[in-house]
T-cell receptor, first 109, second 114 residues
Framework: GIQVEQSPPDLILQEGANSTLRCNFSDSVNNLQWFHQNPWGQLINLFYIPSGTKQNGRLSATTVATERYSLLYISSSQTTDSGVYFCAVTKQAGTALIFGKGTTLSVSS | SQTIHQWPATLVQPVGSPLSLECTVEGTSNPNLYWYRQAAGRGLQLLFYSVGIGQISSEVPQNLSASRPQDRQFILSSKKLLLSDSGFYLC?????????????FGPGTRLTVT
């Protein structure tokens, strides 16, 4: 099956710093989503981005489908950005998401 | 707008006891529904998914079962819980007409088997 690898596994930042999280996948996909899991466990949808670039405030994401990777950019990080960031993909339309193991981000003030 | 509910939010059950977790979605019709589990310190794994009433697909053989008695209701069950069933259970939905292929998750149920 398709493999999803996220890097780095852990990231520690000072408030105000920028960061880039990477997601590599082993096969072509037709869906790619980025999530933020908050301290209560809730998965918050950040981006649906099977290809191209999107921006939402301080967050942006780019997926290069032909090279099988996606990047999540966080600028001017805040303590509320702390948590686990997951990348998840589907290979076929309508099937379930396959998750990476996540990147744990800790932002200190 | 659409909302997804899960209950209970937390549950502590002894080994060998039964389990029933419920997920309901409002504001959509005939959604695809999914059950995922997140074990402590690990990623999410798909358990079951359903494309319609009474239609259940299982991804991983295990001690659990799922049912979809109504269009917007998805239930996760077990007859006898094992310690390894502990984890965070998340229900998700998507509706091609409303969300396309993007999935949305409920708040989750944290299950501890003692």
């Amino acid at each position: 099956g398709i493999q999803v690898e996220q890097s780095p596994p852990d990231l520690i930042l000072q408030e105000g710093a920028n960061s880039t999280l990477r997601c590599n996948f082993s096969d072509s996909v037709n869906n790619l989503q980025w999530f933020h899991q908050n301290p209560w466990g809730q998965l918050i949808n950040l981006f649906y981005i099977p290809s191209g670039t999107k921006q939402n405030g301080r967050l942006s994401a780019t997926t290069v489908a032909t090279e099988r990777y996606s990047l999540l950019y966080i600028s001017s990080s805040q303590t509320t950005d702390s948590g686990v960031y997951f990348c998840a993909v589907t290979k076929q339309a309508g099937t379930a998401l396959i998750f990476g193991k996540g990147t744990t981000l800790s932002v200190s003030s | 707008s659409q909302t997804i509910h899960q209950w209970p939010a937390t549950l502590v059950q002894p080994v060998g006891s039964p389990l029933s977790l419920e997920c309901t979605v409002e504001g959509t019709s005939n959604p695809n529904l999914y059950w995922y589990r997140q074990a402590a310190g690990r990623g999410l794994q798909l358990l079951f998914y359903s494309v319609g009433i009474g239609q259940i697909s299982s991804e991983v053989p295990q001690n659990l079962s799922a049912s979809r008695p109504q269009d917007r209701q998805f239930i996760l069950s077990s007859k006898k819980l094992l310690l390894s069933d502990s984890g965070f259970y998340l229900c998700a939905w998507r509706d091609l007409q409303v969300t396309g292929y993007e999935q949305y998750f409920g708040p989750g149920t944290r299950l501890t088997v003692t």
